[in-house]
Every structure is written in C-alpha cells, then in structure tokens.
C-alpha cells in the first residue's frame, strides 16, 4: 500500500478529475489524502481523507486578489503537506494545476524522500493572456511560460490531458520523455450509457454546465437562444456552474427577456451531475476561440458524450482533433447566429441528434475510463518502483473478489 498525498487548488467534490483519480488510488488499496478547498476537513468520501483548507477559490478579475488567493493557498498547503509528511512519510505527492506553482507545496516533501508528479490541467499562460489581455497580459503570459517550465522542472513526472496538450508542452520547454497523457474521460459507473434521445416536444432542453466565464462564451448561447426562441417559444436553457461572469450572465438574460425560459442552477457534486442533466434534450459548447480554448478539450463535452446527450460545439482545434461532424454539430465561434440555427436544426431532427450521440459515444468509449485509470496507475507505480501492480483499480477489484 502507497501512502500518496494530492494538493489541488479546487473544490473536491465538483472537480471530476481530481476526484476520479484519487478514488482509483484509493480503491486499489492506496492510503489518500487530499489538501483541497473544502470545509469538510477530516471527511473520508470513498476512501480519500480531506484535509480541507476553509477558505473560498477565488474567480474574478483582480490579478492581485487571484496573487493573494494562491499564496495563502501554497502557503497552508505546503505547511498542511509537511506536517502530515512527518507524520505518514508520503512515498508520492500529486499535484494538480492551476497555479502551476502548487508544486512549490510538495517540495519540502521531497527532502523526506517523496517523489511528486505534476497533472497540468490547463495552460495557465494562455489562459491568463485570454483574461487580461494588452500589453501585460502578453508579458504575464511570457513570465509564466517560464513558471510552467520551473514548475515541471521541480516534478518527477508531468501529465498533459491530451496529445494537443502534450504538443504544447514539449513546445515551452519540457522535456517529451517526462511527460504522459491522461485524458478526462468520464467515470461509466456515474454518467451512464445513452437513454435515448427524446423525440421533439412542445419544451425543448439544452444546457450548459461548467465554469462560466467571458471565453466559455456563455453569453453566445444566450443569444441564441434569445434568437432561436422567436420561433422555438418551448426552448429552455439549463445553466450550472458559477464563475466570474455568472451575474453578469443572469443580467444579460434579463435584457434578452430570457427570465422564463433560463434557469441558473448551482454547481452541483460530480455523482448528481447526470440527474441535474436528465431532461436535457442537447448540451452546448459555445467556447470562444482564443488560444486558450483551442487547446481545450471541454469536459462538459466529454460528460455529454457519455450521457448520450448530442452536443452543438463551437469549432476549434483540439475539440476537431477528437470529434469530428458525425458526432458533433459545429458551429462557428462567436457566431450566436449559426448557433442558434444549430439549435433550430437539431430540434427538428431527432434522428440527427441521435446519430451524433451515438457517434460521440464511440468516441467516448475509445477514450474510455478503464484505459485511462489504468495508464494512470501505471504512471503512478512507475514513481513508486512498483512495477508488478499495473492493472486498473476496477480490474483488481474484480479480481480480488474472485477469491
């Protein structure tokens, strides 16, 4: 058994990967712990143990309070870390992005013999230009390439979520052979296989759900459904999440006149996520296109995929890398226009929407959670010296009851 600790600037219980991934290390018999923004500090969810730090994930605009909000996070994170390391002599530290420099609360974990592994979960310098912009959202950018490489430069190993991802990566200086891909596919055992599609109704559902912010484009989809609607008077949208431009978003359906027809849920833990989404009849994707996001492969995406749930996604790189037009309705970033026609489209056509879930299904399914959970796994065991236990955690809890 591996005693193995996880550091991530998120909140547990809505943050699929992080979650998904400790649970595999914990159901194979790993000891788990996780310092994470939770007040659930001692709670022990499927057999991971929190260690919560209680303050909230800042998503807002001021570069000074995000500064604020990640130091205070590095700091109690990397005190929390050593003295649990004391005490449990962790042989692995995982740490989850963003900040990139989430690292640097492992590291006095490494002069204790502990090895650490860096999971990049988004390219923080594009993001970051993406978010200020001008002139110092260029030069911020160029400092954090720099953090990035420093950043995997202090880990053993480094995970990438895609091939694009990976790409990229090895572009800004980090060595290839130090870096693997595991994708986020979802958890079959929570979103479950398609339950048809719904034939056309008098109310007609899409959503979207996620962090919402100005490059996710939330506001293109309310203007298309704002514009689909003259003519669609049962379309609904279903909205989850929160994030830096929800109030702005509940204004902007004000003024649309969209008051009956939008409704704006909460974000909701990762198992109750499929019954939020039952009733929806097609998930949207209307990311901007910026360089960020085209290095985005959506998670809100993937989940659909594997609801059954046919998708309209805005085209760009890293989404076409992995689906094509037989599993997606594209449309064109920005355009709420094309959008909201893509909406017109797959209403009145049930069999479409049913031939792009099953298509996206496919594709899901070759991604699928099983192989990813078991690289993963391996990964892990390749840090740890243990070269013997590669099978994924459902595999060897299968076989463990064979006995």
Not at 42 to 66: C, E, F, K, Q
Not at 105 to 114: D, I, K, N, Q
Request: include cysteine; aromatic fraction near 6%.
């Amino acid at each position: 058994m591996a005693r193995i600790l996880v550091i991530a600037y998120t909140t547990y219980i809505h943050d699929g990967r992080v979650k998904r991934h400790a649970e595999a290390l914990a159901r194979r018999g790993d000891h788990v712990d996780v310092i994470c923004l939770d007040s659930a500090h001692g709670a022990n969810l499927h057999g991971v143990n929190l260690l919560g730090i209680r303050m909230p994930r800042y998503r807002g605009a001021s570069r000074t309070r995000y500064l604020r909000s990640y130091a205070r996070f590095l700091t109690v994170a990397a005190w929390t870390a050593f003295r649990s390391g004391l005490r449990r002599r962790y042989d692995l530290a995982i740490v989850c992005t963003m900040p990139d420099a989430a690292v640097l609360s492992a590291l006095p974990l490494r002069f204790l013999g502990t090895k650490v592994l860096l999971d990049i979960h988004d390219t923080m310098p594009e993001l970051y230009r993406d978010k200020f912009g001008g002139r110092r959202g260029a030069v911020g950018a160029r400092l954090l390439m720099g953090l990035e490489r420093a950043s995997a430069a202090c880990a053993n190993r480094v995970l990438a979520v895609h091939d694009l991802h990976r790409a990229r990566l090895v572009t800004a200086g980090i060595p290839a052979r130090k870096i693997a891909v595991v994708m986020n596919a979802p958890d079959p055992e929570v979103f479950r296989p398609p339950r048809g599609v719904r034939q056309s109704t008098q109310e007609f559902t899409v959503a979207c759900h996620g962090t919402l912010t100005h490059r996710l484009g939330l506001d293109i989809a309310l203007e298309a459904v704002e514009l689909a609607r003259r003519r669609l008077p049962g379309l609904r949208f279903l909205v989850i999440g929160t994030g830096d431009y929800l109030e702005e978003a509940r204004r902007l359906a004000a003024r649309l006149c969209l008051d009956q027809c939008v409704t704006f849920l909460s974000p909701v833990p990762v198992e109750r996520l499929p019954a939020a989404l039952a009733g929806v009849d097609v998930g949207l994707v209307p990311n901007r296109a910026t360089s960020a996001t085209h290095l985005m492969l959506p998670v809100k995406l993937l989940d659909y995929a594997a609801m059954g749930i046919p998708t309209i996604a805005a085209r760009l790189r890293t989404i076409e890398h992995y689906f094509n037009g037989n599993a997606v309705r594209f449309f064109e970033p920005g355009n709420s226009a094309d959008l909201a026609a893509a909406i017109e489209e797959l209403h009145r056509d049930p069999e479409r929407r049913l031939r792009l879930a099953m298509h996206a299904r496919r594709i899901i399914q070759s991604i699928g959670w099983q192989a990813q959970s078991t690289e993963y796994c391996r990964i892990v065991d390749s840090l740890l010296g243990n070269h013997e236990n590669n099978q994924s955690p459902d595999a060897l809890a299968q076989g463990k009851g064979a006995t």
